[in-house]
Structure formats: C-alpha cells, structure tokens
Antibody, heavy 122, light 107 residues
Framework: QVQLQESGPGLVKPSQTLSLTCNVSGDSISSGFYYWSWIRQPAGKGLEWIGRIYSRGTTNYNPSLKSRVNISLDTSKNQFSLRLSSVTAADTAVYYC??????????????WGQGTLVTVSS | DIQMTQSPASLSAYVGDRVTITCRASQSINTYLNWYQQKPGKVPTLLIYGASTLQSGVPSRFSGGGSGTDFTLTISSLQPEDFATYYCQQTSITPGTFGQGTKLEIK
C-alpha cells in the first residue's frame, strides 16, 4: 500500500520560496506508472491542483501558478518536491501530495499524504 | 481552464434522506468526473470516478451520474458519517479543476 508524507517548513516569509518534499513508501516513483501531484487547500476553501510530475521528469503545472512553480523528483530518495517562489499570504494553505491513479482513461487521486499547513507571514 | 460549479453550496438534511448534489462543467468533459468526500481536518477520499464508477469500499448508497457538462452525486439514504463536504473534479483537461464544494450538514 503506497503511503505519502509531506514535510517542510510550516512558516515562510512573504516573497520567499516555499519548499516541500513528499516522501513515498510502498511504491517506486521511478516505476513509470504514475504521475505524482501537489494539491493545496486554503483554510475553509476548496482544492486547487498545483501540478504534477511523471517518473521520467515530465511536468504539468496549473497555468495560474506556472510562473512560480517547480516540481522535481529525487529517485534516489523516492521523493518528489515542490518549490513555489515569491509567496504571498494567498499561498497560505494545507499542501497535499498525491499519486495520480488511473483506470483506463480515467484519472483520480486515491492516495494522498496527510497534508501540511504552510503559513506565509512575516 | 474548465470551471466546475457545484450546487448547492450547502445543504441541510436528515439522516435517512435522499440527497443529490449537482456539478456543472463550463465545457464538455465527457465522463472525466470524480467525486471526493472530505471531513473536517481530514484528507479528501475518492468516492466515484468516471462519473459513475464507485471506488472500491465505498457504500452502495452513493451513486454518480451524468456526462458532458452536467453531473450528479446522489446519496440514497443519508447516514451520520456522510455529513461532510463533497467536491467534484474534472480530469478531461489539465489542470484538473475542482468544484468549490458542497457542505452537507445535519438538520
């Protein structure tokens, strides 16, 4: 059973870069079968897909965040990471990592990390 | 981006009621539509994918329907554990956008 666990600073100053890592166990991120995604949720609000990375390094980003986002893989550690630059208070949210599962052409998020709260504040 | 609009934004119902939540896409998404349930402070859980396929382990009182732009999530007989927020998500086009959520509360 795959498990995902986010880690990283819970407090980031405005204009700085938010950096989070998702540690994956029970599956190899280099196996070539899945995309690995980041999703966020501001307090009391809905879910926003940030972006994803495939095992070969191909990435897709939400156009609304694309200029500030970078997602990368570390296959030696079985981790993938999120970097979001030039953060503001609007980036304060619970950040989730998740595996993009699929059945035929249908994609969905079945496996999620427990989420980590990142607050942007000076 | 494809916009996903859920209605109602909130809903009060009794245990045992049948409830339906609607999700509308701003353009056709075929049946590339998922439903998630989220309880306060918890991670979202997948209920339905492909508009109508029940995820393994999800009770059969949940059902999904629709195609194109209009979709529904129906709970046939509400149980106490069903009171939560429900989100739809389209995966037809990247980014896979979510609806704003429907909060289901106990009356």
């Amino acid at each position: 059973q795959v498990q995902l666990q986010e880690s990283g600073p819970g407090l980031v100053k405005p204009s700085q870069t938010l950096s989070l890592t998702c540690n994956v166990s029970g599956d190899s991120i280099s196996s070539g079968f899945y995309y690995w995604s980041w999703i966020r949720q501001p307090a009391g609000k809905g879910l926003e897909w940030i972006g994803r990375i495939y095992s070969r390094g191909t990435t897709n980003y939400n156009p609304s965040l694309k200029s500030r986002v970078n997602i990368s893989l570390d296959t030696s550690k079985n981790q993938f990471s999120l970097r979001l630059s030039s953060v503001t208070a609007a980036d304060t949210a619970v950040y989730y990592c998740a595996r993009d599962d699929s059945s035929g052409w249908f994609e969905y998020f079945q496996h999620w990390g427990q989420g980590t709260l990142v607050t942007v504040s000076s | 981006d494809i916009q996903m609009t859920q209605s109602p934004a909130s809903l009060s119902a009794y245990v045992g009621d049948r409830v339906t939540i609607t999700c509308r896409a701003s353009q056709s998404i075929n049946t590339y539509l998922n439903w998630y349930q989220q309880k306060p402070g918890k991670v979202p859980t997948l209920l339905i994918y492909g508009a109508s396929t029940l995820q393994s382990g999800v009770p059969s009182r949940f059902s999904g329907g629709g195609s194109g732009t209009d979709f529904t999530l129906t709970i046939s007989s509400l149980q106490p554990e069903d009171f939560a927020t429900y989100y739809c998500q389209q995966t037809s086009i990247t980014p896979g956008t979510f609806g704003q959520g429907t909060k289901l509360e106990i009356k």
